[in-house]
């Protein structure tokens, strides 16, 4: 089993940015990949960002330049820094963890971003 914990949402005016941290109640080194999906209202969840085992990072069209995805393996940590944010950011983001195929979600931080 493992347990995630997402932190750092909140309101945020239109270019701002914020950090979001997910933390891993284990070691992440082995798992197969790691990231982060949003879900706005009244849309499906969608992908944002990932990082495979290996380091390989690869980015939704929508956020590519704006965001950027990071991993701090001693920390148990994965951490999304997100810039020049639009009202198109708005949603729940989730965190998301693929351990020999068993899949774990954390339990969302808002992001709003609006004047």
């Known amino acids: 089993q493992v347990q995630l914990v997402e932190s750092g949402g909140g309101l945020v005016q239109p270019g701002g940015s914020l950090r979001l941290s997910c933390a891993a109640s284990r070691s992440i080194v082995n798992f197969d990949r790691m990231g982060w999906y949003r879900q706005a209202p009244g849309k499906q969840r969608e992908f944002v960002a990932q990082?495979?085992?290996?380091?390989?990072?690869t980015y939704a069209d929508s956020v590519k330049g704006r965001f950027t995805l990071s991993r701090d393996n001693a920390k148990k940590t994965v951490y999304l820094q997100m810039n020049s944010l639009k009202p198109e950011d708005t949603a729940v983001y989730y965190c998301n963890a693929v351990v020999r195929l068993a899949e774990y979600w954390g339990q969302g931080t808002q992001v709003t971003v609006s004047s």
């Open positions: 990082i495979t085992r290996g380091g390989w990072i």
